[in-house]
């Protein structure tokens, strides 16, 4: 059975339609990226599967179920917050929210120390979990949220923008781990992104929302230029380079004029089991994909 499908969904919010006709199944143990531009409904598709957000138009079943709060098999990662880079918070305490969450925090003292153990033991973090969040290296405050989003074993594992604000390096480690994570637990995982380069050796398939528009294929079968042409209504030129890199030339409008943090307009209120709001990252004005090739 598919952890998750979509038939003719569509997004409204504010009475404005995000997004429609968006049909697509996710398969467990799978690694689905969802790319696109600034504003175009990523974040909302995350509130959608938790059930934070009403799909408009169709149907969603998350595990058989209709998408509901609170659903402990869905686990959720949210995207980085400056706060943690101040704050005092040990990673394990970090992590152990994740168990108090839904559970008001009380009369499971001896259950939550064991399923955080745990949880720090599967991200490889327990070594600097008693150490304040502002004490850890941006790499290292991915892997304690990581680690946040796994304490009840979901069965769909979100991400929203895991890579985002890291260097080279600590983008290869969080990568390796979203790999390892998938490959221990059999959990589907999905991964906003605002580039594909990083996650391209481990993703089976791409969600690309563009102009209210959504297709869902694996990485040939959506990036190339006759689907892109088609989601941004004007021609997409892909250049692939010897190496297997594919430069996605066209969308400078589209994408210009990114900064660090700038807010997905097609979402408002809270998010997800922590009401944390979230904000896309912008595109680099010319948006690179590399294919498995480059990771060979």
């Not at 409904?41 to 934070?52: D, Q, V």
Request: hydrophobic letters at 40%.
């Amino acid at each position: 059975m598919s952890v998750l499908t979509m038939t003719n969904g569509a997004a409204v919010l504010g009475g404005r339609r995000i997004w429609g006709e968006a049909t697509f199944a996710i398969e467990p143990g799978t690694i689905t990226a969802v790319l696109g531009p600034n504003g175009a409904g990523k974040s909302t598709l995350l509130n959608i599967i938790l059930g934070l957000v009403p799909l408009a138009e169709g149907t969603m079943h998350v595990l058989g179920e209709v998408p509901h709060r609170g659903n402990l098999h869905v686990g959720y990662m949210a995207q980085t917050r400056q706060a943690d880079a101040v704050s005092t918070m040990t990673g394990r305490d970090f992590v152990g929210l994740g168990f108090d969450g839904p559970r008001f925090g009380w009369g499971h003292d001896r259950t939550k120390k064991e399923v955080v153990r745990q949880a720090l033991a599967l991200t490889g973090t327990t070594s600097f979990a008693d150490q304040p969040l502002h004490s850890l290296s941006g790499g290292q405050r991915q892997r304690i949220a990581l680690a946040h989003s796994t304490v009840f074993s979901p069965e769909l594992l979100l991400l929203d923008e895991p890579l985002a604000a890291l260097d080279l390096a600590a983008q290869v480690e969080i990568v390796d781990l979203i790999r390892s994570l998938r490959d221990s637990t059999g959990a589907a995982v999905v991964v906003v992104a605002h580039d594909l380069n990083p996650l391209s050796g481990i993703v089976d398939q791409v969600l690309w929302i563009a102009r209210q528009h959504v297709r869902c294929g694996s990485v040939d079968e959506v990036v190339n230029e006759k689907v892109l042409s088609e989601l941004y209504g004007q021609p997409i030129e892909i250049i692939v380079t010897p190496r297997g890199r594919r430069v996605i030339v066209g969308l400078e409008e589209e994408l210009a004029h990114p900064h660090p943090h700038g807010h997905d307009h097609s979402h408002d209120g809270q998010h997800a089991h922590d009401s944390e709001v979230t904000h896309d990252h912008e595109h680099d004005h010319t948006h690179h994909v590399t294919t498995n090739e480059e990771h060979s």
